[in-house]
């Protein structure tokens, strides 16, 4: 009852004692608050982007930048010391540096703050320690330097409001709750939307780390680690295709197969590491933005049996570590052209969280396409089955 009527006094007060209380900093004497204006911020250029088509990152004078989101959804990022520019619209959210208070509900990005040093900016997390297969987040939260705050559509509130919280990252999943956003935007909490998954091109995923490098002023960490993957990757990019066909699918509890679209970037990327997508033909249907679908096993093996790779997806289901397994699940497997020459495949369950190892995905593709022997291929993602 106690924490009851704290959380309902925050409530309460929020609306006049938050803005006080986390107002920011006063600007410096050298920018004077009277002197700054929305209209006449002094553009100086904008974000180099190879592949990234969701985001954009324009910088001003004094250290302001404009970030846009899908072309709609714009953030004003604020020096640390520095005023809100008189006049900024409405429909732009104030990020307030630093931001440091971060509630991460985007697994995906998680990754990301890792590769630049920064997990220590998330102080609450959308998932328990048990969640995470990324080292780094699961001490964190198991050291306590990070705190379980509650799934994305139920997070608590009252842990993230006093803890001073000063920027929630979403996934799309936040679209189907639009009540949560509203909540925390309520409590004067900005919520910036990650749609690295809407990029038109697998690589452009890998380069939202440029994203959250501007918002922690680390640009020079961010355009590094990106171009040092494209300086890695190039070689392989550059191949001629194998010709070989490769299935990427999932046999559900009810004996189904859960495969992706030819528009999904799984399928994408197994294009670029030099094969062709054994069901390159299944395209999106009007109106459905899931990168899944399923089909029956009989369709599946139809499409897929003379298949040369098959890659089981363990994201949803169990690894797996043999055939024997495999064609447990479904016995037709065992007439598949890949289970009888040895060239199936299971994914960790660290692929997904771990969203910068695309690079490594791709690497790991590219090898199993073009190695004569199957056996004893050093992967990062990927292991035989045998």
Request: glycine share 8%; charged share 20%.
């Amino acid at each position: 009852m106690k924490r009851c009527l704290i959380f309902l006094s925050l409530l309460l007060l929020t609306a006049c004692g938050r803005e006080a209380a986390h107002e920011p900093p006063a600007p410096e004497a050298s920018v004077p608050a009277a002197a700054l204006a929305w209209d006449a911020l002094a553009a100086e250029g904008s974000m180099p982007l190879q592949y990234a088509d969701q985001f954009t990152v324009d910088y001003f004078q004094d250290g302001y930048k404009l970030l846009t989101v899908a072309g709609e959804e714009r953030y004003l990022i604020v020096p640390e010391g520095a005023g809100i520019p008189a006049g900024t619209p409405a429909d732009v959210a104030v990020l307030q540096q630093p931001l440091d208070r971060i509630y991460l509900a985007a697994t995906s990005s998680m990754d990301l703050f890792r590769e630049l040093d920064a997990i220590d900016r998330v102080r609450f997390s959308a998932l328990d320690a048990k969640g995470w297969y990324i080292p780094e987040a699961k001490e964190a939260l198991e050291r306590g330097d990070m705190q379980y705050a509650g799934k994305y559509s139920a997070p608590d509130y009252e842990a993230i409001v006093d803890g001073g919280c000063d920027l929630a990252v979403e996934s799309t999943m936040i679209y189907h709750d639009p009540e949560v956003r509203e909540q925390l935007e309520r409590f004067g909490i900005p919520v910036l939307v990650e749609r690295s998954s809407y990029e038109s091109h697998p690589l452009g995923r890998m380069e939202w780390i440029k994203l959250y490098a501007a918002l922690l002023n680390l640009e020079d960490q961010g355009e590094a680690f990106f171009q040092g993957q494209m300086e890695r990757l190039a070689p392989i990019l550059d191949q001629p295709e194998t010709g070989k066909t490769v299935a990427f699918f999932y046999v559900t509890s009810n004996g189904a197969v859960n495969v992706r679209k030819s528009g999904d970037y799984i399928a994408k990327s197994i294009a670029l590491a030099g094969g062709q997508y054994a069901f390159d033909s299944l395209e999106d249907e009007a109106g459905n933005a899931l990168s899944t679908m399923v089909m029956q096993m009989e369709a599946f093996y139809a499409g897929a049996k003379d298949a040369d790779v098959l890659i089981y997806n363990s994201s949803i289901d169990a690894e797996l570590t043999t055939i024997a397994q495999l064609v447990d699940k479904s016995g037709v497997l065992a007439d598949f052209k890949a289970v009888q020459n040895g060239h199936v495949w299971c994914t960790g369950k660290n692929l997904f969280q771990e969203s910068l190892g695309l690079g490594d995905f791709i690497a790991d593709l590219n090898q199993i396409l073009n190695a004569p022997d199957p056996k004893n291929l050093e992967l990062t993602y990927l292991h035989r089955l045998t």
